[in-house]
């Protein structure tokens, strides 16, 4: 890691809940899942808060997705744990994948949610939010194919899901899809900024 660069939200919580998540990754692994598995299972588990949140519901939404996005921190575990220390190319990519599914299906039921009931602003803002949402780690992938320290920005996953859940939870997605349409963009241009700085 680079000494200039601050360690991001993401790694200080993973630092932080590191003992928890090994003690689950062992025990998802001793009861016989893998981590591609749990990977599959926790993209899968956004197609019920994408459903609630379409319908409205929208605190039962935010407590599926507390469930299913902690799926996200102990595959990557579990892949380190059975390779010792170094992950696999493919569950890297599979986990990239089902992450970019998983937003789009809660963002795309709060969607058609303001749809549903003719919120066309707010069906605006989403659009917005999700291109932001799906630009971070675009910019970030093109960045690091030409060997980029990319983890930078003032809003990546965690943080975009931390706004989700909390908004979801009282009962105001329009906040969460506004903070998300506004900060998930200026993150996408702060790591655009720092492609021009350090590119040709």
């Known amino acids: 890691m680079s000494e200039n660069r601050k360690i991001t939200f993401t790694e200080k919580c993973r630092k932080w809940f590191k003992g928890f998540g090994d003690k ?6 001793k009861i016989g899942l893998t981590a591609n598995a749990v990977t599959i299972i926790g993209c899968l588990g956004h197609i019920g808060a994408c459903w609630l949140a379409y319908k409205g519901k929208f605190a039962w939404a935010g407590l599926l997705l507390i469930v299913f996005a902690v799926f996200d921190f102990f595959d990557g575990t579990m892949s380190r744990m059975v390779t010792n220390g170094k992950g696999t190319k493919f569950g890297a990519v599979l986990d990239s994948t089902t992450d970019r599914y998983a937003e789009f299906m809660i963002f795309g039921g709060i969607l058609m ?8 602003v707010w069906v605006a803002v989403c659009i917005v939010a999700m291109m932001g949402a799906f630009l971070v780690p675009y910019t970030r992938a093109k960045g690091e194919i030409y060997g980029l320290d990319m983890r930078l920005g003032i809003m990546s996953r965690l943080e975009r899901y931390i706004v989700l859940v909390a908004c979801l939870l009282i ?3 329009n906040i969460a899809m506004a903070v998300i349409a ?3 963009n200026i993150t996408a241009i702060q790591r ?9």
């Open 24 to 29: 689950a990754a062992a025990f998802l692994l």
């Open 113 to 120: 949610y303001y749809a549903k009931h003719g919120q066309m």
């Open 171 to 173: 009962g105001f997605p």
């Open 182 to 184: 506004v900060f998930a």
């Open 192 to 200: 655009l900024v720092h492609m021009k700085k350090n590119l040709d």
